[in-house]
């Protein structure tokens, strides 16, 4: 049984009143983790307990705002400095009035028939409704666990969070898809299929060209365009990856098996080239976006995801295994040894596919065993941004 976690983002139908008591709680919302996360910073620690014991009864004497909301800030102010220490991160934080609510089960309540839910504010609980656009309506036999309450624009939206099981006790479908990631082509499956990049790209050059323009420029006006044109960009990287994402997975039967190469230390390791590839592409580059839509996407239909070492997939001969620099050029793949020749790119794809069957495969075979029988959920990002 395999747990598949979601989160689905609905619009919530508030009239201005309510927007005002709901704007208002957000900003005591945000003094409290403000508070928890200086007291953490500044005494060098991301103990619960002790934050909690330093800060909650000293703002809970000057707010508003309710015991539990003030305890759920508390949490998000110190996930915030853990995962700064993480990644060893020393800047400070200053959270915004407007910071995203997070409602539990002891805070709120989902009427999911009443297509409502009820949440504590400043002043006491209200409910509030939302729409389920039919898009959504697949969502409905899974169970609403929590939710967080986001003001965008001016408008309210309710984030939540949604789980299902999923069990399959059908046989392995044998196929093994290799799968390789690059910039000149988002992805290049070894069935053949290539994702071109070449869009991407543009849009990306367009829009540093339009950004260095403004900025340069310096005026009122640039500074609003500049904001006016926020996001456009990383929305259209994050659609692009979406239906790439979704076609790989919809030419893949149930029970398959992809393999990805690792690429964790991609920006570390990479040769940056002048003319290829820059040092502004490989940085922009949303590599692991495209690694979690996949993920998600492959868990519905049961399909496992293994990652292979990427060591030499590109120099490597996948009809002979002979491995050279000489072999590769730019797009063409010209073996030395053979003299077999194809796409760069699909030859990759295809030894990430054999590496699943090289002397490693039965640790990689153990690990996909190991993540299968203990059931780890499948987190899945918001699906509606």
């Known amino acids: 049984m395999r747990t598949l976690i979601s989160t689905i983002r609905l619009p919530a139908l508030v009239d201005t009143k309510t927007q005002k008591l709901l704007s208002a709680t957000m900003k005591e919302y945000s003094k409290a983790a403000q508070m928890a996360y200086d007291y953490g910073d500044i005494n060098n620690t991301t103990s619960r307990v002790k934050i909690h014991h330093a800060t909650y009864y000293n703002f809970r004497g000057i707010s508003p705002l309710p015991s539990q909301l003030v305890i759920n800030a508390k949490n998000k102010g110190v996930d915030v400095l853990k995962s700064l220490k993480n990644k060893k991160n ?20 989902i009427l999911l028939h009443q297509r409502m839910v009820s949440l504590t504010t400043i002043s006491g609980r209200i409910k509030i409704g939302f729409e389920i656009p039919d898009y959504y309506t697949k969502y409905l036999d899974w169970d609403f666990r929590s939710f967080e309450l986001i003001k965008r624009n001016n408008c309210f939206f309710l984030h939540f969070v949604v789980q299902s099981f999923k069990t399959s006790l059908d046989p392995h479908s044998q196929i093994f898809v290799g799968i390789d990631r690059g910039i000149r082509h988002v992805a290049v499956t070894s069935q053949n299929k290539f994702y071109n990049g070449s869009r991407l790209r543009e849009v990306k050059n367009k829009y540093l060209r339009l950004k260095r323009t ?28 979406h239906c790439i994402s979704k076609e790989i997975i919809s030419h893949i039967p149930e029970n398959s098996t992809i393999i990805l190469e690792d690429l964790s230390s991609i920006r570390k390791t990479a040769k940056q080239r002048r003319k290829s590839r820059s040092l502004r592409e490989l940085h922009s580059w949303a ?47 010209e073996c030395q040894n053979c003299g077999f020749k194809l796409n760069s790119d699909l030859n990759a794809s295809r030894n990430i596919g054999d590496r699943y069957f090289d002397d490693d495969y039965l640790f990689e075979l153990a690990q996909k065993a190991k993540r299968y029988l203990s059931g780890d959920p499948i987190i899945i990002p918001n699906v509606a941004s």
């Open 214 to 241: 403004l900025q340069k420029k310096g005026t009122r006006s640039a500074k609003r365009k500049l904001k006016k044109i926020a996001g456009r960009e990383r929305r259209f990287q994050r659609d692009l990856n």
């Open 287 to 333: 590599f692991y976006q495209f690694q979690i839509f996949l993920t998600y996407k492959a868990a519905a239909k049961n399909i496992e995801i293994i990652y292979v070492n990427p060591e030499y997939t590109s120099q490597k001969c996948s009809a002979c295994g002979f491995i050279s620099r000489k072999n590769r050029k730019k797009a063409n793949f």
């Open 90 to 109: 020393k800047r400070r934080v200053r959270f915004k009035d407007q910071l995203p609510i997070r409602y539990d089960q002891r805070s709120s309540k």
